[in-house]
Structure formats: structure tokens, C-alpha cells
């Protein structure tokens, strides 16, 4: 299916972000949306996670990618926000159950942390793997209805 895909990084994740857009270009199934950092300088990960994670709130791209060192930083930031399902992911099983469990709409790299590789094939695998649905979905209506719901005591 072709995917509108948002990417984004902070300095620590250029290198693995600008592999991933090359990579995502060469395949030409997707509508590729670079947000930037476009070079080495620091940038603060806080504002790149928050404007991919906004643009996938409010539905703009069905999926987004983030990259920082550790993906540490970058996954707290882009979770705060509503129907955003970030995922930062280390193996190829972590990244299948985000998609057929969670149904992540974010997949988030540590740049520092992945071979490219094994980064290229979870980003492959992140944009073609379906949600199962069922049982997960009611998991899925769980967690706004849940920590949406006012405190009792
Ligand atoms: C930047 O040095 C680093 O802290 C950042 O890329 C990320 O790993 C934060 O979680």
C-alpha cells in the first residue's frame, strides 16, 4: 500500500535518517516527507518528535519515523501526543508486534544503536506489516478510555 511517511531526526540520528529517505526514494512505494535536522549541527529532539507526532495526530501522514541516538527521547516526546502510538524498536519482532499489535503509527530508531541493515529492514517491515484488529483494537480503545477516565478514590 502506498503511505504518505513523515521523517524526521535529531543530529544524533541524521546519518541513519538520511539512509532511511535514500532508501525509501530508491523503493518509490511511498510519499516521502523529510522534516529535517539536514546536517550534523545539534538540534533539541523535543522539536523534531513533536512536529512528526503532531502531523501524525492530526492524520496529515499514515506513518512517521524518528531517529535520534538512543530513540530514547525522541519516543516520550512523540507519545504525549493524542492517537500517536510511538514504538522505539531494537529487533525485527519488536517492530512486527508494534504494527500487528499496537498498530504504531511511529516507528522510532536509535541511530546510534542499529546497524543499517537491520535498521533498513524494520523500516521496511514497519510500513508493510498489518494491524491484526480484534482483541488488539479493544487493547487500542483501552488506552484512551483508561487514562482519559477521572480519578476514583
Ligand atoms: C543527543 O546527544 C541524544 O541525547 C539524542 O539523540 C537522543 O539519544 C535522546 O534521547
Request: charge should be negative; proline fraction near 2%.
Amino acid at each position: 500500500m502506498d503511505m504518505n511517511v513523515i521523517i524526521g531526526s535529531d543530529h544524533g540520528g541524521f546519518d541513519l535518517k538520511e539512509e532511511i529517505r535514500r532508501f525509501l526514494s530508491e523503493k518509490g512505494e511511498h510519499i516521502v516527507k523529510d522534516i529535517g535536522t539536514f546536517n550534523h549541527d545539534p538540534v533539541d529532539y523535543p522539536i523534531i518528535a513533536h512536529e512528526v507526532a503532531k502531523n501524525i495526530s492530526e492524520e496529515r501522514f499514515n506513518r512517521g519515523i524518528l531517529v535520534c541516538g538512543s530513540g530514547i527521547g525522541m519516543s516520550i516526546v512523540a507519545n504525549r501526543q493524542r492517537n500517536v502510538r510511538a514504538a522505539l524498536c531494537h529487533n525485527l519482532y519488536t517492530v512486527r508486534l508494534s504494527r500487528e499489535h499496537n498498530d504504531a503509527n511511529i516507528l522510532v530508531l536509535g541511530g546510534r544503536v542499529l546497524g543499517l541493515g537491520l535498521a533498513l529492514e524494520m523500516v521496511d517491515l514497519f510500513l508493510t506489516t498489518d494491524f491484526e484488529g480484534g482483541r488488539h483494537q479493544r487493547r487500542l480503545e483501552e488506552i484512551d478510555n483508561i487514562t482519559n477516565a477521572p480519578e476514583t478514590d
